[in-house]
Structures are given as structure tokens and as C-alpha cells.
């Protein structure tokens, strides 16, 4: 390989879920291998308590499902535009800023592209969805500022942005063959992303193209809010929620919404958090959920039945029911998953996601018969429910799978060779 002729800035789709970093280079596919020989990195740390250090990725999953003593950190990605980004949280045995942790797994991102490369990066593209923040500029600015702060910290001189529907569009046109107006949905871990777009093999290498993008919207919905859903109509009524108390009240939620969001789940596990349940035990009317909610919290397996649900969600894309062993909370407790349940789960949020679409084809004056392609990519973009529901809107089109979780990261490439080169 030519390293003369190759780009000399990175692309890097740091993402809720998974990971990965793109660098162009003549007739080689532009991502790099960043765990063994796979190209994504799950966007995970495990602190580990018995031999404190960090690991990360598959590596973190496969220590913490193995038992190893220490905190496991999800969905980094959702602390940006979030109040949490201000504080600290304790690793290890020390207090440490959200962005400096951020800055753990962004460097691990950068250190295995560089050793895959044997060379190092002062300059790159990051990916952003359209709004880190839903209606608030200011935070979805500051969003944007942190991942700058965070990116010169580890030692990029250059760091500019890219919208990740826009970068997966840009993959998208080293492919086809004649002009298409092209309706980009990335459905990540945190995010939905939306672009109308007008490619052509002609305008590939142009450097400005801004005029061939008609709009970009978005909605702050994505993999996690998936899990949420699912995991609170499907699998906390048994422990607990929905729970009647004897004022006739429900109980509070609080507990069971930490649960089911990735980010915060160690949150229940507070000394204060167990103590309020303690106290609320004695007025539940039926305690049995409250109970294995207990258990749970003891084992600390938040993560773990978090890991169960988001694994149901996935095989409810091709099967029609799922069933969890909930064993090790209750000897012969489990629970059967539905592909019924799980789309009326989601209901109101691809309400929501098919009118951000309807406003970006508002915004760019364009009738819904005019879009020639409907370009899925993102890991929760192939939910069956969400597919059929975008693609009913748009008659004409048709319908393109990408690289689930590797578009966005080879544009991003294309990006910065552009950008850089």
C-alpha cells in the first residue's frame, strides 16, 4: 500500500451502540479493523475492579458477563447534550468527569486505527447525527464542542464535523450508476437521521456539495429507546412495575426507567436508590416484583438483563417470539418476548420518526413520489415495523439496505480524504 496516495485524516463514527473508523486508501475498503479482524468496536468500557485497568469493546462484555468485579459502562454516547456530561462518576475507586471518559474510549479509537495504520492522525472527521439534543441548540453546540475538546485532548490538530446521514449517503454513491434522489435513514443507538440527497457517479469527487443536499432532520430516537420500550412492557411488570401500592397509587417508576436505559443502570444500584426501596417494600400491595427486583439489584444485573432485552430485540427482526431465562433472579422464572409486543411497544416512537420524515420532505419542497431510493443503515434500521412504516410513505421507492453499522464510518473516510488530502 501507498501510504502517499493514501488519505491523511481519519473518519470516525463514534456511535451509541458500536464503533468504527474508516481511513481511504487506493482499491482497499476504507475501514480499519479495530477488534481482532472485525471493523466495529461496541462502544463499551469494563472497569475492572480485580485487576483495575479498563477494557474495552467485546473484551469489556466478555469480562463482565464472565463475572469479573467492576462497573460496565453503555451508550457512552448519549452522555453528550445530557446534564451528566458536567459531573463525575467514580471508577476504580476515584471520582473521574464523564469526559474524560468519553476521551478513554475516543482514544482507544484512535490508538488501534493508528497501530493498524502504522501511522499517526492529526486530523479528522467526526460523525454527529443531525441533533444531539431534540429543540435546543445551545446543548446540542455544546455537544459538538466536547467532542472537539475531547478530540484535540487526544492529539488531533484538525477536527471538523460531517452529518452521519450525509457520510452513509456518500458511501452509498461509490456504488450506483445513474443520478438518484435518495432518502438516507440511519437508525443508530441514540439517534434517527434523516438526509434527501441527490447523487450521481458525476458528482463523487466533487469537494462542495451542498447543493445537492435538500435537507437533513432528525429525532432523538434510536437502538436504546427501542430496548427501553421493550423492557418496560415486556419484561418489568415482573419486577414490579405497574406495581399497585396500598394508597392505590403505582409505584414509582424511577427505578425501573433507570433500568431500561443503558446509562443509567448503575444508578440503581445507590445506596440511596436501595434504600428507598426498602422503605416502599411495606406498602406494596403484592411485593413479589418489588422482591426480584431486589434480587436483581444484589447480583448487579441490570446490565446483564439489559443485554437480554437488546438481544430480543434484534432476533425479533426475523423471529416472531423470544423467550429470556430469568433463572438466576427466581428459580424457573421467564418471560416470552413478541414480535406483537414489541411493535406496539414502539408505536408512539415511529409516530414520531415518520413526522420528522414528512417535515424533512416539507423542507425540501419535495413530494414523497419524487424520492427514487430509500437507503437503510444504522443497527436498529432493520427492525421490520420501522422499515415498513418509512418505506409506506414514499410509494416510489426503492427499498437499499447498506452496511448496517459500517456506512457511516466509510463516508466519513470519503469525508476526510476530501477534506484533507
Request: glycine share 8%; charged share 25%.
Amino acid at each position: 500500500m501507498n501510504n502517499v496516495l493514501s488519505a491523511q485524516a481519519l473518519g470516525i463514527d463514534f456511535g451509541t451502540s458500536n464503533s468504527t473508523v474508516g481511513w481511504w486508501r487506493p482499491d482497499v475498503e476504507p475501514l480499519i479493523a479495530l477488534e481482532d479482524d472485525k471493523f466495529t468496536l461496541p462502544s463499551v468500557v469494563f472497569f475492572n475492579t480485580e485487576e483495575r485497568r479498563p477494557a474495552y469493546g467485546r473484551q469489556a462484555l466478555h469480562e463482565y458477563l464472565e463475572g469479573y468485579e467492576g462497573r460496565l459502562m453503555r451508550s457512552l454516547k448519549s452522555l453528550l447534550g445530557s446534564p451528566l456530561l458536567k459531573s463525575e462518576t467514580t471508577v476504580l475507586g476515584s471520582a473521574m468527569p464523564f469526559k474524560d471518559l468519553l476521551g478513554l474510549f475516543i482514544g482507544q479509537l484512535k490508538q488501534r486505527a493508528e497501530a493498524a495504520a502504522g501511522r499517526e492522525f492529526e486530523q479528522v472527521v467526526l460523525g454527529r447525527p443531525v441533533f444531539f439534543v431534540d429543540d435546543d441548540p445551545e446543548a446540542d453546540l455544546e455537544a459538538q464542542n466536547t467532542l472537539v475538546a475531547v478530540a484535540q485532548k487526544l492529539g488531533f490538530k484538525d477536527v471538523s464535523f460531517q452529518f452521519e446521514p450525509i457520510a452513509a449517503a456518500f458511501d452509498y454513491e461509490r456504488g450506483i450508476e445513474r443520478e438518484e434522489l435518495v432518502l438516507i435513514v440511519d437508525i443508530g443507538g441514540g439517534t434517527s437521521d434523516f438526509s434527501l440527497v441527490r447523487l450521481s457517479p458525476e458528482r463523487r469527487e466533487v469537494a462542495e456539495r451542498q447543493d445537492d443536499i435538500l435537507a437533513t432532520g432528525g429525532v432523538h430516537i434510536g437502538g436504546t429507546d427501542f430496548d427501553k420500550q421493550l423492557s418496560l412492557q415486556g419484561v418489568m411488570p415482573l419486577f414490579g412495575y405497574g406495581s399497585r401500592m396500598k394508597s392505590d397509587a403505582l409505584m414509582p417508576t424511577s427505578f425501573h426507567l433507570n433500568l431500561a436505559t443503558w446509562h443509567t443502570i448503575n444508578a440503581v444500584y445507590a445506596q440511596k436508590s436501595q434504600l428507598a426501596l426498602k422503605n416502599m417494600r411495606y406498602d406494596i400491595v403484592d411485593a413479589t416484583g418489588i422482591d426480584r427486583l431486589f434480587s436483581l439489584i444484589e447480583q448487579r444485573a441490570g446490565h446483564w438483563l439489559a443485554m437480554q432485552v437488546e438481544d430480543s430485540k434484534i432476533e425479533l427482526t426475523e423471529a416472531q417470539s423470544r423467550r429470556i431465562d430469568l433463572a438466576r433472579v427466581e428459580p424457573g422464572l421467564d418471560v416470552k418476548l413478541t414480535r406483537a409486543l414489541f411493535e406496539s411497544a414502539i408505536d408512539d416512537l415511529l409516530v414520531r420518526i415518520r413526522a420528522s420524515v414528512d417535515a424533512l420532505l416539507t423542507q425540501a419542497g419535495v413530494r414523497a413520489d419524487q424520492v427514487d431510493t430509500l437507503f437503510f443503515t444504522g443497527g436498529s434500521s432493520g427492525i421490520p415495523a420501522l422499515r415498513q412504516s418509512v418505506a409506506a410513505m414514499l410509494p416510489n421507492a426503492r427499498q437499499v439496505e447498506g452496511n448496517l453499522f459500517g456506512s457511516i464510518g466509510s463516508g466519513l473516510a470519503i469525508e476526510a480524504k476530501k477534506r484533507y488530502s
